[in-house]
């Protein structure tokens, strides 16, 4: 069974909606990535979050198991098949371990490359998602550019 990580407005209780079924997650972080924002949200009102190639960087979030057919469904809301976003797979760390054994996981990428400010309700948003699993998380944690 595949494991999806979020980092970005994907919280476990909107994972939960999305796919019709409760959801259990274990903090998980990837190395060598930084979450950036890019393109614009109508929903949001601006940038939402994407990850970036960059050889210092952590980004802490976590992962759940899904199915297959799970990951249809989020498609449809990461809007994959209008090329908004992709899926990638990506090493995670499960745990707040950087000794943990790397984890194949499937992470949505935004396509966009043009930067996009985030509104103040989606870094909240953001904060929730990484809040659950991480303490010490601030939307003014984030780095944005």
């Known amino acids: 069974m595949p ?6 407005s994907n919280n476990m209780d909107q994972l939960a909606e999305r796919l019709g079924h ?3 997650g274990t903090a998980a972080f990837v190395e060598g990535w930084q979450r950036v924002f ?3 949200s109508t929903r949001w009102g601006g940038g939402v979050a994407t990850l970036v190639k960059k050889d210092a960087g ?3 979030g ?7 057919y799970d990951l249809d469904i ?3 809301y990461e809007g994959v ?5 992709r899926r990638k797979n990506m090493k995670v760390r499960v745990g707040p371990s950087f000794t943990a054994a790397p984890r194949q996981a499937v992470v949505y990428v935004s396509s966009s490359r043009a930067f996009g400010a985030p509104t103040a ?6 904060a929730k998602t990484v809040g659950e699993f991480w303490d010490n998380v601030n939307p003014g944690s984030f780095p944005i550019r």
């Open 62 to 68: 976590y992962v759940a198991s899904v199915s297959s």
């Open 38 to 40: 890019r393109g614009h």
């Open 121 to 126: 309700a989606y870094l909240k948003a953001v």
């Open 22 to 24: 409760p959801v259990q």
């Open 58 to 60: 952590v980004t802490y």
């Open 3 to 8: 494991i999806l990580f979020s980092y970005g």
């Open 81 to 85: 098949a209008s090329g908004r976003y």
């Open 74 to 76: 989020l498609d449809e």
